[in-house]
C-alpha cells in the first residue's frame, strides 16, 4: 500500500533537508516530498504533525542470538524489537552457536530474517573461524553470501600478526574490521570497571588500559596496512583521545559508542545490579564527558546498541556469574535524545550518526529519503514521555539498566521498504 505522511518535521541530513513537508511512499520508494500533497485512493495517510520524520535508523552493532541461543533472542523478536526502536536496518554479530564464520551460517540467518524477521538484517562475519583468533575465515565467500563486516565481537583477536593478516585480507574486499578492543590479559577475570565504586563492593575491575592499549594497537595496524577498522563501543577517555589523534594523522579508523556509555556510570552497579554489567564496562564521568565530547567533535562517527539479551536466568547469579550485557535497541533513541534536549547534540547529529554515518561505513544505500531511495523511515514524537516497562519490551529478554526511567522521545511509526512494520 503507497502511504502519505504528512505534516511532519523532515529531518534527512544527507540531502541537507529539515522543513515540515509532507512524503509520499509509491511502491516502497520515496516518490515526492512537498507541501500540501493530497492523498490519492486507496493511500494510507499517517498524520506526523509535531513529529519527526527520519532516515530509518540503523545499528552496526546488535547481537540476534540466533543460530543457536535462541532462549535469549530469535532473528524475530530481535527484529521487532529493532523495529519498536526505529531501526530498519541492523547488522548482527557473528557470535552465534555456530559461529557465522561460513556461507551456510550467513545464508541461514539471511533466509530466516527473509521470512520471519520485520527490518532489513545485515550479517557481520567472523573475522577468524570459530571466533577462536587462529586462523582467518574465508572473507571473500563471507562478503559472496552477504555479510558488509567482518568482527569476533565478544572476544579479542589477541595476536597481533592475525589481526595484521585480518586486515589486509578485509581490505582486498572493501569489508570494514570491526575490533572488540580488549586486552584479556588486562582484564583478567574482572566483572566492572576498575576504581572507587568497584573497590567497595568488592568486585574485580577492569582497568581502561584493557580497551585503550587494542585500541592503539588496531589503529596502528590499520596505518601499517591502509585497512579500514571500525573501533566498536568505546567507552573510555583514553580511546576517544587514540581514535582523535588517528583521524588527525589520516588513518582509515572509524568508531561507535553506545547509548548506556553516554548515559551512565559504574555508579549504576551499586546494589549488584547485574543488568549494569556490560562489556566494557560502564566507566566513570571523566568518561561519560569524553565519550560524549566524541560524539560532539566528530571523534565518534556512530552510536550503535550493542543489543545483547541474556535470560532472566542468567542475570540473575550473583554478579560475578552472570553474563555480560545489555539490551538496547528499544530504548536508544530516548536516551541519546536527552543529550539533544541538554543541548549537547544537535538532533541533525543525532540521525547522522544513528543513520547515515552507519550506512556510509558500511556501504549501502540507505540513510537517505531522497527522491527514490527506498523507503525505510522512522516517525518520532519528540514530546511523548515514557517509563521503561518489563511488559512493553518487544526484546525476548529483559536485561536493562534503564527499568523505571521516565524517557522523552518515543518511535511512532517505522516503515521498512514502504511497509509499516511497527505502530507505537
Not at 516502497?28 to 512537498?34: E, T
Not at 568505546?234 to 588527525?248: E, N, W
Not at 546494589?271 to 560502564?282: D, E, Q, S, V, W
Not at 518520532?380 to 525476548?396: D, F, G, L, Q, R
Request: glycine share 8%; hydrophobic share 40%; charged share 25%.
Amino acid at each position: 500500500m503507497d502511504i502519505l505522511i504528512k505534516n511532519g518535521r523532515i529531518i534527512d541530513p544527507a540531502n541537507n533537508i529539515d522543513e515540515i513537508a509532507d512524503i509520499l511512499i509509491q511502491e516502497g520508494r520515496v516518490s515526492k516530498i512537498a507541501c500540501n500533497l493530497s492523498p490519492d485512493a486507496g493511500v494510507e495517510t499517517i498524520d506526523a504533525t509535531g513529529q519527526l520524520v527520519v532516515p530509518g535508523f540503523i545499528d552496526m552493532h546488535t547481537h540476534l542470538r540466533e543460530p543457536g541461543y535462541e532462549y535469549k533472542e530469535t532473528i524475530k523478536t530481535g527484529t521487532m524489537a529493532a523495529a519498536a526502536g526505529g531501526f530498519t536496518t541492523i547488522c548482527c554479530m557473528p557470535n552465534t552457536k555456530p559461529v557465522n564464520d561460513s556461507q551456510s551460517v550467513t545464508k541461514f540467518i539471511i533466509n530466516k530474517a527473509m521470512t520471519e524477521g520485520l527490518v532489513n538484517v545485515l550479517p557481520v562475519g567472523a573475522i577468524t573461524k570459530g571466533c577462536e583468533g587462529l586462523e582467518i575465515t574465508e572473507m571473500a565467500e563471507l562478503k559472496e553470501a552477504g555479510c558488509v563486516a567482518v568482527s569476533d565481537d565478544g572476544k579479542p583477536v589477541m595476536s597481533s600478526l592475525v589481526m595484521r593478516r585480518a586486515l589486509e585480507y578485509a581490505k582486498m574486499f572493501q569489508l570494514p574490521v570491526i575490533s572488540h578492543s580488549e586486552d584479556i590479559s588486562l582484564t583478567e577475570d574482572g566483572v566492572m570497571n576498575e576504581g572507587s565504586v568497584s573497590t567497595e563492593l568488592g568486585l574485580r575491575g577492569i582497568p581502561d588500559a584493557s580497551e585503550d592499549v587494542m585500541v592503539a594497537r588496531d589503529i596502528l595496524l590499520a596505518e601499517l596496512t591502509g585497512s579500514h577498522v571500525h573501533i566498536a563501543h568505546i567507552s573510555t577517555s583514553g580511546s576517544v583521545d587514540i581514535v582523535r589523534q588517528a583521524k588527525q594523522r589520516g588513518i582509515n579508523v572509524t568508531a561507535e559508542t553506545c547509548p548506556h556509555y553516554m548515559a551512565l556510570t559504574d555508579e549504576a552497579v551499586r546494589g549488584y545490579n547485574t543488568n549494569a554489567k556490560m562489556k566494557p564496562p560502564l566507566r566513570r564521568k571523566k568518561d561519560v564527558n569524553a565519550v560524549i565530547a566524541g560524539l560532539k567533535d566528530g571523534t565518534i562517527d556512530v552510536i550503535a546498541t550493542d543489543h545483547a539479551p541474556h535470560s532472566q536466568e542468567e542475570k540473575e547469579r550473583e554478579f560475578d556469574y552472570a553474563p555480560f550485557g545489555i539490551i538496547g535497541l528499544e530504548t536508544a533513541f530516548a536516551i541519546v535524545f536527552q543529550l539533544v534536549e541538554q543541548g549537547e547534540l544537535s538532533l541533525r547529529d543525532l540521525i547522522v550518526m544513528m543513520s547515515v554515518r552507519p550506512a556510509q561505513i558500511l556501504g549501502v544505500e540507505k540513510g537517505s529519503l531522497g527522491i527514490g531511495a527506498v523507503a525505510d523511515v522512522t516517525i518520532i514524537n519528540p514530546n511523548t514521555t515514557w517509563v521503561v516497562e518489563a511488559e512493553n519490551i518487544k526484546s525476548k529478554s529483559r536485561n536493562t539498566p534503564f527499568y523505571g526511567q521516565k524517557l522523552k522521545g518515543k518511535v511512532n511509526t517505522t516503515i521498512v521498504a514502504g511497509s509499516i512494520v511497527y505502530r507505537g
